[in-house]
């Protein structure tokens, strides 16, 4: 099994653009999770998804970041305009969830996204 | 608010000396804690959960609920253990984890 599969692994952009950062979690995992980590701010939850829903997306930081899970397989991160201060490793994470208790999450080896 | 401290960003020592990674928390509730790790350029890992109880790498944690503290202790510390070590917590939900911001441990010899 290769894990969680993140892609692109660095992303390079300016401002204003979109960028649009990729997620296969492990097959039979039904929660998903996206972090974002930075020196100041460390990792930080942005939104998680249980059986394709979003559950909580009180992390995401404004109405610039958006995030699907169209299917089980499948998830994006989206940012639309991009700002230098969205510079960060973007990492993503699956486990076996429920909502009610914890299972070990597995992460991706993340993307690291730089915006000029 | 939940939140996981972790106070020393860096924490460097010799090799066989022991190691205190300290992790400080608040949260109304019965929290589920854990210590991620992640070496150099592999992908952020579980290291252990405090219901375990177990042992890991020679790694040990405590959970103390009267000083709401969850501290990374090894006796001898070896060089492979240098990396980054995150302490988290998991939220009301029960999934979702909120992490420290890390500390790193950089042993030499």
């Known amino acids: 099994d290769a894990g969680v599969i993140q892609s692109p692994r660095h992303e390079v952009t300016e401002m204003g653009q979109e960028v649009t950062l990729r997620c296969k979690p492990i097959?039979?995992?039904?929660?998903l999770f996206w972090y974002r980590q930075t020196m100041m701010r460390g990792l930080e939850l942005l939104i998680y998804?249980?059986?394709?829903?979003?559950?909580?997306d009180s992390g995401m930081p404004e109405d610039r970041f958006s995030a699907k899970m169209p299917n089980a397989s499948f998830s994006t991160l989206k940012i639309q305009p991009s700002e230098p201060r969205d510079s960060a490793v973007y990492f993503c994470?699956?486990?076996?969830?429920?909502?009610?208790?914890?299972?070990?999450?597995?992460f991706g080896p993340g993307t690291r996204l730089t915006v000029l | 608010a939940q939140r996981v401290t972790q106070p020393e960003k860096l924490l460097s020592v010799f090799k066989g000396a022991p190691v205190e990674l300290k992790c400080n928390y608040s949260?109304?509730?019965?929290?589920?804690l854990f210590w991620y790790v992640q070496y150099s350029r592999q992908r952020l890992q579980l290291l252990l959960r405090?219901?375990s109880r177990e042992s890991i790498k020679g790694f040990t944690a405590d959970l103390n609920k009267g000083e709401t503290s969850f501290h990374l202790k090894k006796p001898f510390a070896q060089e492979e253990d240098s990396a980054m070590y995150y302490c988290?917590?998991?939220?009301?939900?029960?999934?979702?984890?909120?992490f420290g911001k890390g500390t790193t441990l950089s042993v030499s010899s």
């Open positions: 949260y109304s509730g019965s929290p589920e």
């Open positions: 988290a917590l998991s939220n009301q939900a029960g999934t979702a984890l909120i």
């Open positions: 994470a699956s486990s076996r969830g429920s909502l009610s208790s914890y299972n070990e999450q597995f």
């Open positions: 405090h219901i």
């Open positions: 097959s039979g995992h039904n929660s």
């Open positions: 998804f249980n059986n394709n829903v979003p559950i909580d």
